[in-house]
């Protein structure tokens, strides 16, 4: 079994920063890669971004290049977003996910991925 547990989110005004967390538990770590979507109101859940357990080697959406930093801690089994120069359109629920099988650079479909946690809420005031 899975245990994923989002911590972090908040309130913040536009052009501020967040920092999220994901403590992970369970068979994870056969999986070798962690990765953040989000949800916003009546939208679908989208990719935001994914790493590599062992090699570090990270993805992002285009939308968040730059102002998004996805990372791990191997020895907590904790993956961070931490997030800058925040934008209203970043508002939503943000869940950190599994890879359903083998983890590679490029992995975003929707359905490749499990969400074993709550998610967390970012919300950013203009």
């Known amino acids: 079994q899975v245990q994923l547990v989002e911590s972090g989110g908040g309130l913040v005004q536009a052009g501020g920063s967040l920092r999220l967390s994901c403590a992970a538990s369970g068979r994870t770590f056969s999986s070798y890669g962690m990765g953040w979507f989000r949800q916003a109101p009546d939208k679908e859940r989208e990719f935001v971004a994914a790493?590599?357990?062992?090699?570090?080697?990270?993805d992002y959406t285009d939308s968040v290049k730059g102002r998004f930093t996805i990372s791990r801690d191997n020895a907590k089994n904790t993956v961070y977003l931490q997030m800058i120069s925040l934008k209203p359109e970043d508002t939503g629920v943000y869940y950190c996910?599994?890879?359903?099988?083998?983890?590679?650079?490029?992995?975003?479909?929707?359905?490749?991925?499990?969400?074993w946690g709550q998610g967390t809420q970012v919300t950013v005031s203009s």
């Open positions: 790493i590599s357990w062992s090699t570090g080697t990270t």
């Open positions: 996910a599994v890879p359903k099988g083998a983890f590679y650079y490029g992995l975003r479909s929707l359905r490749s991925w499990d969400f």
